[in-house]
């Protein structure tokens, strides 16, 4: 079912997402993007540059992020904007659990147009990894 702009208002909360990452999505991820650096799979490398561990790709995460907003939507052609800026780094423990992504939403602004912005919440291990993120749909 496609959302509708009369089912919103500011204020409304999306369904919460809760995802995981392991190391065989960062490996699927390389390999499907062509983003095949080091430091997204060796924890060698990843140190010795001064991470805490291997990390999740950036876009990996604001994709997974902007997952629930399809979700609720229905629809991923409505999102008609999505800017998001990278905060922390998802750092992927080498394990069958990987990192735990929460992604809260909530509609911070409706306009007469028919789009809605919707401002996001990104956590991993209770740390806010994505600011300023947000999206931006269009609702009939």
């Given amino acids: 079912m496609t959302l509708r702009l009369a089912d919103v208002e500011v204020g409304t909360e999306l369904p919460e997402q809760v995802s995981r990452v392991t190391r065989a999505d960062l490996v699927r991820y390389a390999g499907a993007s062509g983003d095949l650096n080091v430091i997204h799979w060796n924890e060698r490398v990843a140190r010795e540059v001064g991470l805490p561990g291997v990390i999740a790709h950036g ?19 409505a999102v008609v904007d999505y800017q998001v800026r990278f905060s922390r780094p998802v750092v992927v423990p080498d394990d069958d659990t990987g990192a735990e992504l929460t992604v809260r939403g909530r509609v911070a602004q409706v306009g007469e147009d028919g789009r809605v912005r919707v401002d996001l919440t990104v956590t991993s291990g209770g740390e806010k990894v994505l600011s300023l993120a947000r999206a931006v749909v269009a609702l009939g």
């Fill in 59 to 77: 876009m990996l995460t604001a994709g997974i992020a902007v997952r629930a907003v399809t979700r609720w939507v229905g629809d991923p052609g």
